[in-house]
């Protein structure tokens, strides 16, 4: 039996087809078992990156809201007074009352008096 060229396409076609459906699966198996809707979208050196800028510009890893402490890395849900919530890790606050947190698809800030409530939504 000879592989055409043909053959050899068709074989790189369909093994890309598959691998494409065996993320996506993997990927909402994951969602499902972590039982979170953030995942990171940021690559490695991208989000070490991001993570270094925020620590700075906002350096205050404790706070406590209404009784709740928030530490940096807990999955947070924020009530934002007259928008969608924002579900995301908390990053740190600075001394202006700016909270910063970090989503599958961006860097969040607000100021504090904004927020309404705020849930912790995982502690990963």
């Known amino acids: 039996m000879i592989l055409?060229?043909?053959?050899?396409?068709?074989?790189?076609?369909?093994?890309l087809i598959l691998t494409y459906i065996i993320r996506t699966v993997y990927?909402?198996?994951?969602?499902?078992?972590?039982?979170s809707v953030v995942t990171s979208d940021?690559?490695?050196?991208?989000?070490?990156?991001?993570l270094k800028k925020c620590?700075?510009?906002?350096?205050?890893?404790?706070?406590?809201?209404n009784g709740l402490t928030i530490r940096r890395g807990m999955l947070v849900?924020?009530?934002v007074i007259g928008?969608?919530?924002?579900?995301?890790?908390?990053?740190?606050?600075?001394k202006d009352n700016i909270i910063c947190?970090?989503?599958?698809?961006?860097?969040i800030a607000h100021e504090l008096r904004n927020i309404?409530?705020?849930?912790?939504?995982?502690t990963d």
């Open 83 to 94: 928008r969608k919530p924002i579900e995301g890790k908390f990053v740190g606050i600075n």
């Open 116 to 122: 309404s409530d705020m849930y912790v939504s995982n």
């Open 42 to 50: 940021y690559r490695q050196m991208e989000l070490e990156y991001i």
């Open 4 to 15: 055409e060229v043909q053959d050899i396409i068709f074989a790189a076609f369909l093994a």
């Open 27 to 35: 990927m909402v198996f994951k969602m499902i078992t972590t039982n």
């Open 101 to 107: 947190f970090l989503t599958h698809e961006s860097v």
């Open 77 to 79: 849900k924020a009530m």
């Open 55 to 65: 620590y700075s510009l906002f350096p205050i890893e404790t706070f406590t809201f």
